[in-house]
Every structure is written in C-alpha cells, then in structure tokens.
C-alpha cells in the first residue's frame, strides 16, 4: 500500500475523536506508517518487503494500526480479567476491508476477533492475532416503515434515536444501550419485556464475512444456515457487517414502577413477579437486586408500561392484587426513550465518580427453567455478601422471558416445557479500580461453584459473563446442536480463526 493511501486512511480516523488524541494520532502515524507486510516464516509484522518470504498487505480503505497504545487498548475488555495483546487492530474502511483481512488471516492461520463496543467481561471479543474494529464501520443506511438498516458498528442508542425521528422504535432493547448491534446479535440480546424474545428474534437480514473473507446476505428464506449461526453464535462464523432489524410504532411515554423486598421475603418478590407475569398487562417485569447500605442485599421489582401522551395508565389496576398496596409503589414517569437510556444515565454517573471501567467485573449469568429458577435464586442470593455484588456499583437481575418467543437455535436456553426461562445475572465489581488478581480469582471459583449448580438444575450459560469454560463444558452447553454447531463451524471458517476468545473449539 502506498504511503499516501495509508495517510489518507489515517486521516479518516479523526472523526472518531474519543479513540485518538492528536498526539496520540501523529505516534500512531510514525509507529505504523512503515508497517507493509506480514512474514509467516517470523509471524511478525514487516516494514519493508525485502525479504522474499514477507507476504504484502492488502490495500485497505481503513487502516491497520500495530502501535502499542491501540493494541493495549483492544489487548483487554470490559472485564478487566483477561488480557491479550492483538498483533495488529484494523479499522476497516468498508466491507471490502474486512473480507481482504479476514482472507488474508487465513491464508496465514491468524486469529481474528471482532471488538463492539468491548463490553465482554472474559475475553470473549480478544485474541492475539487481528482485533477488527466494528465501530469503524456505523452507518444507519435507511428507516423504513417497519425496520431499519445498520452496520453492526452502531450502538443500539443510535439506532433507537434514529428510528424515534420516525416515531418507531426496536421492540425491545438490552437494559444498557451503549452496545452495539453487531455485540449483542452476537451473544443474543436480553431485553427487560417477557414477551418478545430477545433481539436476536427481530432480525430480518444480516451481512457477514465468513472465515474465508466472502460476503454473504442471510435471512430466514436465503442461506438459513449461516443466518442462524450468527444470531447468539458468539461470532464463530463471520463477522456480522450490517443488520435489518424490526421496528416498530413506538409509544411517547414509560411509566416504570419499583416496589422493594428483603431479600428474607423472596416468596413474596416471585409471587408478585408471576402475577404481572400472568396478567401480561405490562410491558415489561423483572427483579432488581443491589445493597442500598453496602451491606444488606434487597430485590426491586420493576414494572413498566408504555403508553402514549395524554393517557396516562391506572396504577392501581396494574399493581392489583400484589402483596403489597399500588400505592407504595415509587413510580418513575419519563419519555419512552428516557426510559431505553435509563441505565445509561447511571452507567455514565459511575464512570464519573468511581472509575467504573477500571473496576474488575467478573459477572456471572445464567438461564433457568421455570421448573427450577425460584429454587436456584432463593438459595443462592442469601450467600452471596456485599463483597459478591460489590457496591456501591454492583447489581443483579432476573429477567423472565416467555420460552415461545425464543426462536434461534445458537442461543442455548434449557430444556424442558416451562412457560418462561429466567436469566439470572450478578454484575460483580471489585472494590476499587486497578488489577486485583486475588479477588478475581476468589470470584470466578464463585461463578464456577454457581455455573455447576445452575447446570445440575438444567440451567445454561449466557456466554456474556467471567466463567472459565472447558471443552467439556462448551459441548455440553450446546447438547444435541453440537455437531451442528461443528459442521457450520467447519463450512463457514474452515481455518477456525474466528473469534477464538470463548475457547469453544480449542
Ligand atoms: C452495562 C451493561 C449492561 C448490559 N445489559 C445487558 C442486558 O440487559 N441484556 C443482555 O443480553 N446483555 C447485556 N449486557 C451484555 C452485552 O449484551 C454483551 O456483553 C455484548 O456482547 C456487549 O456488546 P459489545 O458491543 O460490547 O460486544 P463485544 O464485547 O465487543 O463483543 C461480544 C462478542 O461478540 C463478538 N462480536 C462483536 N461484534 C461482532 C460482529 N459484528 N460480528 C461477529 N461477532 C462479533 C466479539 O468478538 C465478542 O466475542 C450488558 C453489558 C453491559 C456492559
């Protein structure tokens, strides 16, 4: 690639002015500006082609960096567990970019991971060959009447804005909406409503580049095969580009109800739970857990429900029948889309005061049956301290969603013939920022310990958490599809260099 090419690819990443300073750029610039080939026969990058055996990069729309601020800066996640330094980051100037890379790393077996927004908490998005930057690439290319079209790259809190202008919306949306499509599709998208399945049920079509660096278009009717495997398919088989997602008439206003419990009273929180549950007269229902006071965990019910201005709902027919009066409810009225960015608002508050993405978060999450999800939670979230949600930013959940709606295959939910699954998270911090090795180690024994439990009782991972996962683990996490799972793998990536993070095949 020629030095102006390359310049001109450098220039275009200064429209993304939280990812490079000034001075930053301009070392960037010098650090990677001679990069021109990899060696196979070193497994290094080359700054001259002199060598017979160095192989010439491809000409790129984007760039590809290897200094060492960027790689550091993609070498860890959210989590701030697991580290690994990537040989080089690209940031793809188009879709062209990721198929030459991608074919270019098979030809020479290295790794390739796609980084989202990083918001993995175990490594699931790093890997020492190629990070490729989605955020690269985050167009909205159109909002049509009933869905809207977007690179992979965008953050759902874009997408929402964008479809709000319509007067729509995505029917339902992760509790934080600061990830991106391309992230979540990729792990399978928990929304706070029960009745909708997750985002991954409301895609209509995706771009992605297989492991062999072809492009392909997938939906329901046109190559099934690979469609499925992408949605909640940990990126095991391409890398999603763009996505046609469902939209639909969104309502002006969210009335959210909050109603707390001593965690003694867990019949009680359940009880009320499935009452809304049954009802299905709200939008959405799921329990809350935190430590008010650092020490003492509590469950809050949460109840939303849309509606529009000027009609405003009946508390006290929504909350009838609950073991305690509607009227001690705290109710929280806001705009729809003040109440999709609700979580962002606190996120962004503990990223102020507490150095949020520097604490360690080895969160632990698992799907339940109905049989046994009351049983699991009732016993577990009484041992568990303080020091296991890690206030004043740890929280937990429990999302129900109704089993019917889940609808593809990748995404592994336990068997069995309940009405509703259950996600259970406990979103630990550590105490304070920096590395603590001895905390994390204390905490992923307690995600192990819990993970077996939850499993004896038919329980399955929900791959977005800190749990060290084996061979054995992960076959048995997919049961019945495995072979499946492993055909596609093969037909798809059949240099197996994508996404090795989760260690499904190693
Ligand atoms: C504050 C917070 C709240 C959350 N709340 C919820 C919630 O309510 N419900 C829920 O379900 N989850 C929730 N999550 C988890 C979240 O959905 C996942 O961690 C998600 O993967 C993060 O998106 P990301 O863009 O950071 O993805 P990344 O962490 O960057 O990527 C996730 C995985 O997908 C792969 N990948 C990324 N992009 C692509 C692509 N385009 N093609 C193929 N593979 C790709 C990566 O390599 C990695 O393995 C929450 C996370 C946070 C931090």
Redesign the pocket.
């Known amino acids: 690639m020629s030095r102006k090419a390359r310049c001109s690819g450098f220039g275009a990443i200064t429209s993304v002015p939280d990812v490079v300073t000034r001075r930053r750029f301009l070392g960037t610039l010098g650090a990677s500006a001679l990069i021109v080939g990899f060696d196979p026969t070193t497994r290094a990058w080359a700054t001259s082609t002199g060598s017979r055996s160095v192989q010439r990069i491809p000409h790129l729309d984007g760039v590809l960096l290897t200094d060492l601020p960027t790689r550091q800066a993609d070498g860890r996640?959210?989590g701030r567990i697991v580290r690994r330094l990537p040989r080089a980051v690209l940031r793809p100037g188009s879709v062209r970019d990721v198929q030459k890379m991608i074919a270019f790393c098979r030809e020479h077996r290295i790794p390739v991971?796609?980084?989202?927004?990083?918001?993995?908490t175990h490594g699931?998005?790093l890997t020492d060959g190629l990070i490729i930057e989605?955020r690269s690439l985050a167009a909205i290319h159109s909002v049509g009447a009933d869905s809207i079209s977007v690179d992979?790259g965008v953050l759902w809190r874009e997408a929402a804005h964008a479809a709000a202008a319509r007067g729509l919306t995505p029917p339902l949306f992760?509790?934080?909406v600061g990830?991106?499509v391309?992230?979540?599709l990729?792990?399978?998208?928990?929304?706070a409503q029960n009745e909708l399945g997750l985002q991954i049920d409301h895609v209509r079509e995706l771009d992605v580049v297989t492991g062999d660096g072809r492009l392909h278009r997938c939906s329901p009717d046109r190559e099934r095969d690979l469609f499925e495997v992408m949605l909640g398919g940990?990126?095991q088989c391409?890398?999603?580009?763009r996505a046609t997602i469902d939209l639909v008439p969104a309502r002006g206003r969210a009335r959210n109800y909050l109603l707390q419990y001593p965690t003694t009273d867990t019949a009680r929180v359940w009880a009320d739970l499935h009452v809304l549950l049954e009802r299905r007269e709200l939008d959405g229902a799921y329990i809350l857990m935190f430590a008010p006071d650092g020490k003492t965990v509590v469950y809050q019910l949460n109840g939303v429900v849309f509606y529009d201005d000027g009609r405003a709902p009946d508390d006290g027919r929504l909350l009838r029948g609950l073991s305690a009066p509607a009227s001690s409810a705290a109710v929280v009225d806001s705009t729809y889309l003040e109440w999709v960015e609700r979580?962002d608002r606190v996120?962004d508050g503990w990223r102020r005061q507490y150095a949020w993405d520097d604490l360690l978060k080895p969160w632990f999450d698992v799907i339940l049956p109905g049989e046994t999800a009351q049983g699991y939670v009732s016993e577990v979230v009484p041992t568990l301290t303080a020091r296991d949600f890690g206030p004043p930013t740890g929280i937990g959940f429990v999302f129900p969603q109704r089993r019917s709606k889940l609808t593809r295959p990748f995404f592994r939910i336990p068997p069995g013939n309940s009405e509703f699954v259950y996600l259970f998270d406990v979103l630990t911090s550590s105490p304070a920022p920096g590395p603590d090795p001895a905390f994390a180690a204390e905490m992923l024994d307690r995600n192990r310990r819990l993970y077996d439990k939850a499993r004896a009782l038919g329980g399955t991972r929900?791959p977005?958490g800190s749990l060290d996962f084996t061979g054995d683990d992960w076959r048995a996490q997919y049961g019945e599809r495995w072979p499946d799972l492993l055909r596609r793998k093969a037909r798809y990536d059949p240099g197996r260099i994508l996404?090795p993070?989760?260690g499904i095949f190693s």
């Open positions: 996640d959210l991971a796609t980084r989202g927004q990083g918001h993995s699931q998005g989605n992979s992760t509790t934080y990830l991106s391309g992230g979540t990729s792990v399978g998208g928990f929304p940990l990126g391409g890398v999603i580009t979580y996120i929900y977005i996404t993070g989760p």
